[in-house]
């Protein structure tokens, strides 16, 4: 028997690593809006685990604002929010609310990208908890918003995941899979393509395959790169 669109199971798949994305029962659905309405749900997937105080939500969201005006905005969005996401499956709530918190329901039907990512990170004695948490990265956290809470969130999940393709990479190099090791790297640059180390590895492992030729268009990159960010940061080349 079929049910409507207001009863019916969800199952949420949520991607806030690279530019957000949401699917609801496998179908896209239009991120929430305005842009603080969506923010505060991020930081509220992030945090998944624990409660949130409304106090911290607020100063986090409009901190250049009066308190009482904050905690005004800070209701208005969840509402706005709420109306936006969704239908949780029945007699079910996305967002578990208290007279002082918020918290997205940890039981909720949903695939969380950096929940996932932070549980492969946990596991990686596994090879295949590695290969997972490098196809998981589809890159830096929420692309395209630089709040300064972003930024720390970005710069924290980022170190997190770095040390796990040069991990593996090193050990498909130590078992001759040098093009695995190559596409790890390729991935490693994707996420940040300003780090130096990745374009060393793939000269190195292009050159073990026999491919100079590969190996010098990665050294002119590179080099293009080191050029790039000398006139940025001191208005000349070399």
Request: charged letters at 25%; one cysteine or more; proline letters at 8%.
């Amino acid at each position: 028997m079929s049910k409507s669109r207001s009863d019916r199971f969800q199952m949420l798949h949520i991607h806030l690593l690279g530019p957000p994305q949401i699917f609801a029962d496998g179908e896209p659905v239009p991120l929430p809006s305005p842009a603080k309405a969506f923010l505060l749900w991020a930081y509220l997937l992030l945090k998944w685990e624990r409660p949130v105080p409304r106090e911290q939500l607020a100063y986090l969201l409009w901190p250049d604002v009066p308190e009482t005006e904050a905690r005004a905005n800070l209701r208005r969005h969840l509402h706005l929010l709420r109306k936006q996401l969704p239908p949780p499956p029945q007699g079910a709530d996305w967002i578990l609310t208290t007279r002082g918190t918020l918290q997205w329901d940890p039981a909720a039907p949903c695939w969380l990208d950096v929940a996932l990512l932070d549980r492969f990170v946990a596991e990686t004695a596994s090879e295949q908890a590695w290969a997972a948490v490098v196809e998981c990265y589809r890159g830096d956290l929420l692309e395209g918003f630089y709040d300064d809470w972003v930024l720390t969130e970005r710069t924290r999940l980022q170190q997190r995941y770095i040390r796990i393709p040069e991990q593996r990479i090193a050990l498909q190099k130590a078992r001759g899979d040098l093009r695995g090791a190559i596409h790890t790297t390729q991935r490693l640059l994707a996420c940040d393509p300003l780090r130096e180390e990745p374009y060393r590895y793939l000269m190195e492992l292009h050159y073990r395959l026999g491919d100079r030729a590969a190996a010098l268009r990665e050294f002119e990159r590179c080099q293009r790169l080191l050029r790039t960010e000398n006139e940025l940061l001191f208005g000349f080349g070399y």
